[in-house]
């Protein structure tokens, strides 16, 4: 009969989370960055879509319940701090489809939870929507 010596195995999960620990440090916290990034891209073309809309329609300063196209632009990102910076709204033509049309563009810095290396800490998030006017119907 063969009497097999079980070797001795006590430390060894220990030794295991202990290395691959920082790994997967590294990629809950990368995944955490890509989740709040792609937010943030999402509210700040929402709100950039937003003040174009207001702007395009020439009743909106009327109904709405915003004054300018910085507060209609805003209203989609009211649990962004800091908020984001609304550029002037551009009013233009264009040649191609023969219409007016207005450019709203907001901008927004975000910042990484944790300083990767290689990785930009600071990422400017800017979206530009142009949105035909609508046309003016006499009463």
Same mark, same amino acid.
């Given at each position: 009969?063969?009497?097999?010596?079980?070797?001795?195995?006590?430390?060894?999960?220990?030794?295991?989370? +202990?290395? *691959?620990?920082?790994?997967?440090?590294?990629?809950?916290?990368? $995944? #955490? !960055?890509?989740?709040?990034?792609? =937010?943030?891209?999402?509210?700040?073309?929402?709100?950039?879509?937003?003040?174009?809309?207001?702007?395009?329609?020439?009743?909106?300063?009327?109904?709405?319940?915003?004054?300018?196209?910085?507060? +209609?632009? *805003?209203?989609?990102?009211?649990?962004?701090?800091?908020?984001? $910076? #609304? !550029?002037?709204?551009?009013?233009? =033509?264009?040649?191609?489809?023969?219409?007016?049309?207005?450019?709203?563009?907001?901008?927004y810095n975000f910042k990484t939870v944790a300083n990767y290396p290689g990785i930009p800490?600071?990422?400017p998030i800017v979206r530009t929507v142009r949105m035909h006017l609508a046309p003016r119907?006499?009463?």
């Amino acid at each position: 009969m063969v009497c097999r010596v079980r070797e001795d195995r006590r430390g060894v999960a220990a030794v295991e989370l +202990a290395v *691959l620990l920082p790994l997967l440090m590294f990629l809950f916290l990368i $995944t #955490v !960055d890509w989740a709040r990034i792609v =937010y943030y891209t999402l509210t700040v073309n929402s709100c950039a879509r937003n003040g174009a809309m207001w702007a395009s329609e020439s009743y909106s300063s009327i109904l709405s319940p915003y004054l300018t196209i910085s507060q +209609a632009a *805003l209203a989609d990102a009211p649990n962004l701090i800091p908020p984001p $910076t #609304v !550029d002037a709204p551009v009013f233009g =033509y264009d040649a191609t489809t023969s219409r007016d049309y207005v450019q709203c563009t907001v901008r927004y810095n975000f910042k990484t939870v944790a300083n990767y290396p290689g990785i930009p800490n600071n990422t400017p998030i800017v979206r530009t929507v142009r949105m035909h006017l609508a046309p003016r119907v006499p009463n």
